[in-house]
C-alpha cells in the first residue's frame, strides 16, 4: 500500500488518530521513524532521514527539516517530523502517479494496440489449425504440438516491455514522458510548434551592442546608463547594469532628483547636466528630442535587428543607443538542424512578440516560419488548424500563455527549468534541464522503439510459424514445442528490455 489511511493529528499539544478524510489544508500532523508519510506538506518542525524511493527512486535516505516539502508515500527512517499538511489523498503526486499506471491502457502506443491486436487476431486460428491438423492426420500429438505454440504470449510480452524500457531510457536521459503514447506522437510528428520567449530563446535581457553618437564613448555610454538605471527593477534596467558589472565599470550614484515614467524612461540630473534614458516614445514624444539624418539612419539599422532599444539623453542631445536583446539558446539551430534530419518537416514559431522580433529570430534559429502578435488563442488554433490536415504536431513552450495550445496538440512538451507549474501539468513530455537538446534525445528514442516493436513483432510471427509448421510435420512433440516456444519469447522479451539509447 502507497499510502496511510490515517495520520495522527496534533491538536491542543495532544495527538488523535484520524481519517485522512477529515484533515484539512494546514492541519499539523506527526509522522515517526517507521511510518509512512500520509500527505503532501511541509515540514514545520523536527528532523527526519526520508526514503523517497517510492518516488524518485534514490535509494538513499535525505535528510529533511523545517521548511522542506514531503510527500505522501515516503517512509521516515530516522527521527520525527511535524507536517503542515498542503494536499491529501487524490491530490498528492503519489496518487497522481497511480493514476497515470490506472490510465496506462489509454496511454498505449499505436505499434502497442496494434501488436495487442495481431496477437489477439491469431488466437482463434491457432485453435482452428490444431483442429484441422487433427483432422487430417489423425495424430493428437501434433495437434497438440501446434495448440503449444501461439503468438499472443511473445506479442502482448514484447510491445509493453519495449514501451517501458523507452520510458526509462527517457528517464535516465533526465526526461519524463507520461506515456509511451507521446513518445510515438513525437517519433511520427511531422510538424512542431515552438513558443519563443523561454523556449527558443533565454528569456534573459542582454546587451548586445552599445553605439555611441558625437564624443561619448561606448564606456561613457555604458557607465552613464548604469548609473541610471541601477535603482530600477524592469528587464532592460537589470541588463544595462549586468553589463557594465561584466565590463567592471564603476557606476557610482551621482545623479539625484530623478522623474521615473513607468514603462518609458528615466530623467534625472548629473553634473549638473540634464540626463535621461528610456524609449523611443520617452525620447522622441514625451522629451521631443530632435536627430540628425546619420543618427536617423542608426536608429532604423538597430531596429531592424528586431531589438529592444534605449535612448540616452544628455541636454537634450542623442549620445547613444543601447541595444537589448532576448538572445536565442545556444543549442537552438543545432537541434532545428538535427530535427529537419530526423523528419520533422514543419517547424514554426508563434509568438506574442512584433513582426520584427518574430521575423529576427526565425532568420537565427532556421525555423521555416513564424506567426506574430498571436494571442493563447490565436496558438490554440493554429495547433488545431495543423492537426485538421492529418498532421502529427508536437507543441513546445514553457508558459501559462501556451497551456490551451499544449493541450490540444499530439504530444506538449516543456522544459523542466524554465516553464509554470500549470505548463508542466498540462505537459505529456518534460523535458531536462539540457534545455531544448532533449528534442534530439526523445526523436531518437521514439523512432528507436517503434523499430524494436516492429522487429520483434516479425522475429515473433517468424519463429511462432516455424515452430507450428515443425510441429505439424511431426519433428516436434508437445513439450519440445512448448519449451522453444518459451523459451523464443523469453529471448524476445529479454530484447526487448535492452537499452534504445
Do not use: W
Not at 44 to 52: F, H, R
Not at 401 to 414: E, H, K, M
Not at 470 to 492: E, K, R, W
Amino acid at each position: 500500500m502507497l499510502q496511510s489511511d490515517t495520520a495522527q493529528l496534533v491538536k491542543d499539544n495532544q495527538e488523535f488518530s484520524v481519517d485522512l478524510s477529515s484533515l484539512i489544508k494546514d492541519d499539523i500532523i506527526i509522522v515517526r521513524a517507521g511510518e509512512k508519510i500520509s500527505v503532501d506538506g511541509e515540514i514545520v518542525s523536527g528532523k527526519a532521514m526520508i526514503n523517497e524511493s517510492t518516488l524518485t527512486g534514490e535509494s538513499k535516505p535525505q535528510e529533511a527539516f523545517d521548511g522542506r516539502s514531503v510527500y505522501a508515500g515516503t517512509t521516515i527512517e530516522e527521527g520525527q517530523i511535524y507536517i503542515a499538511v498542503k494536499y491529501i489523498g487524490n491530490n498528492t503526486k503519489i496518487s497522481k502517479i497511480v493514476d497515470i499506471v490506472s490510465d496506462s491502457n489509454a496511454l498505449k502506443t499505436q505499434a502497442q494496440q496494434r501488436s495487442d491486436n495481431i496477437a489477439d487476431a491469431f488466437v482463434p486460428y491457432n485453435f482452428l489449425l490444431a483442429i484441422l491438423t487433427y483432422i487430417f492426420t489423425g495424430d493428437i500429438k501434433k495437434a497438440s504440438s501446434t495448440i503449444m505454440v501461439d503468438y499472443s504470449c511473445a506479442m502482448k510480452l514484447a510491445a509493453p516491455i519495449s514501451v517501458f524500457s523507452s520510458l526509462r531510457d527517457a528517464s535516465k536521459k533526465g526526461h519524463f514522458v507520461k506515456g509511451g503514447k507521446f513518445l510515438e506522437n513525437f517519433a511520427i510528428a511531422e510538424t512542431i510548434v515552438f513558443d519563443k520567449t523561454g523556449t527558443l530563446t533565454k528569456s534573459e535581457a542582454q546587451v548586445s551592442d552599445i553605439i555611441p553618437f558625437g564624443k561619448y564613448s561606448r564606456k561613457n555610454i555604458l557607465k552613464l546608463a548604469a548609473c541610471l538605471e541601477e535603482h530600477f527593477p524592469h528587464s532592460l534596467a537589470k541588463s544595462v547594469v549586468r553589463q557594465a558589472e561584466k565590463e567592471n565599470i564603476n557606476h557610482k550614484e551621482e545623479h539625484a532628483e530623478v522623474e521615473y515614467i513607468v514603462a518609458h524612461g528615466i530623467s534625472s540630473k548629473i553634473k549638473e547636466k540634464s540626463v535621461a534614458i528610456g524609449s523611443e516614445h520617452f525620447i522622441f514624444e514625451h522629451l521631443k528630442i530632435k536627430i540628425n539624418d546619420n543618427q536617423k539612419t542608426v536608429i532604423e539599422q538597430t531596429k531592424s535587428t528586431g531589438n529592444s532599444i534605449l535612448y540616452l539623453v544628455v541636454e537634450k542631445n542623442l549620445i547613444g543607443l543601447i541595444s537589448i536583446e532576448d538572445p536565442i539558446r545556444e543549442e537552438t539551430k543545432t537541434v532545428i538542424e538535427k530535427l529537419r534530419y530526423l523528419g520533422i518537416k514543419n517547424m514554426v514559431m508563434l509568438t506574442g512578440d512584433s513582426e520584427r522580433v518574430a521575423k529576427n529570430i526565425t532568420s537565427l534559429s532556421g525555423l521555416d516560419r513564424y506567426k506574430a502578435n498571436c494571442f493563447p488563442e490565436d496558438k490554440i488554433e493554429y495547433v488545431k488548424n495543423i492537426k485538421n490536415t492529418s498532421n502529427i504536431v508536437g507543441m513546445v513552450g514553457d508558459g501559462i500563455n501556451d497551456t490551451p495550445a499544449l493541450s490540444a496538440s499530439d504530444v506538449g512538451i516543456v522544459m523542466h527549468n524554465c516553464c509554470s507549474e500549470i505548463a508542466k501539468e498540462t505537459a505529456d513530455i518534460i523535458l531536462s534541464n539540457d534545455g531544448l537538446n532533449g528534442l534530439i534525445d526523445l526523436r531518437i528514442l521514439g523512432n528507436r522503439l517503434l523499430s524494436r516493436i516492429e522487429f520483434n513483432n516479425n522475429s515473433i510471427i517468424t519463429i511462432n510459424s516455424a515452430l507450428i509448421f515443425a510441429s505439424i510435420l511431426g519433428f516436434l512433440s508437445p513439450s519440445s514445442a512448448a519449451i522453444l516456444h518459451n523459451v523464443s519469447t523469453a529471448l524476445i522479451s529479454a530484447n526487448a528490455m535492452r537499452k534504445l539509447i
